[in-house]
């Protein structure tokens, strides 16, 4: 019998209080100098920089990552918006955790969808167009290390690109409304690792892509959510993902802070984003 996964020995307990600014974090991203820094040359984004896009979802979505330039993915929830989607030319798909929990439940997003929900719409949505990259949300993982690791290899499964996994607490609310809650640091990162284990032990040497996505910006301000997200890459996160960042500028300076490492945000019509208007 194989050694169960350990999801917890790279992780080291820390309060969820913003630190001081004696702080001080590694600069880990996509260096090896760090003995509990995550890396797999595998997975380096050089070897994703050039050659003809793959067939392989998963793959061709590295590739998209690695290149110049942004990935745009529109939020799809079911086969008549991935369709519209698709049809309108955009490469990429995102499957909104919201969207689908109101499409498929007629529900809010207020944790009431399980794996199996968004599991099922995408297998689907997947089976449209089985090159086209669909990164798809994952909340919090659905419950604790075990449960993250087995969303991530039903995601995989169900042919999904990436998914991203997200600070806030088991009962969680949609990113674009107020009063939500987040875990400790050492929560959020536990759920990453076992994430990227969970990943790593798929046969076939998976391209499956990890995201961590943090709330914690309109909870505990943006030096937290900041280094919540060098502690994610750092735990081997592929790309990190800010959620309720308001002005372009204060995009602008969380991807400074976070390069190399490509990094996700929403852009829409809600009150607690950037609007496309902006750019």
Known sequence: MSPALDYFSSTKPAPVQPQTENTTIPNCLGTTSDDETYYNARLDPANYSNGPLSSNS?????????????????????????????????????QSGAATTASRLGQPDLAIATLNDFVGAASMVCSIDPTMPVIADADTGFGGPTMVSRTVTQYAKAGVAALHIEDQVQTKRCGHLLGKQVVSRDEFITRVRAAVLARDAIPGDSDFVIIARTDSAQVLGMEEAIIRLQLAARAGADVCFIEGVRTKELLESTVAALAPKPVSHNVCLAALCISPADF
């Open 58 to 94: 998963a793959t061709r979505l590295r590739q998209m990552l690695a290149r110049p330039g942004i990935v745009v993915a529109p939020g799809i929830c079911d086969g008549i918006s991935a369709r519209c989607a698709i049809d309108a030319g955009f490469d990429c798909l995102y």
